[in-house]
């Protein structure tokens, strides 16, 4: 599935996120994962996905499950190689980038 298509399936989208979130319950404090949460909730997507993946870059022992090409399929579909798009880190997007490099 392309993300960058304005036609997309937005609960296949919350549902790779979920499963994301699913899969760090025990690597990131819960009141952050309500933060998460809410957001994803609300639908506010982006800001759950960058929140997210923040918590997951901060942590050795975090899950990656999206893979390399989805999440950043996923990150340039919200624009969070913006930083003006970014609401929750203006430097997400640096960071976001190195982490997948270190991903092989």
């Known amino acids: 599935m392309c993300w960058g298509n304005k036609d ?21 404090p819960s009141n952050h994962l309500d933060y998460i949460q809410h957001y994803l909730d609300h639908d506010e997507y982006s800001m759950a996905f960058e929140y997210l993946y923040l918590e ?13 090409e989805k999440a950043l399929e996923i990150a340039l579909f919200f624009g969070l190689d913006d930083e003006n798009e970014c609401m929750v ?3 997400f997007w640096p960071k976001f980038k190195s982490f997948l490099e270190r991903k092989t």
């Open 8 to 28: 997309r399936d937005w609960n296949k989208l919350v549902s790779d996120i979920q499963s994301e979130i699913d899969a760090n319950t025990t690597i990131i």
């Open 56 to 68: 997951i870059m901060e942590r050795e022992d975090s899950h990656f499950t999206l893979g390399k």
């Open 89 to 91: 880190d203006g430097k």
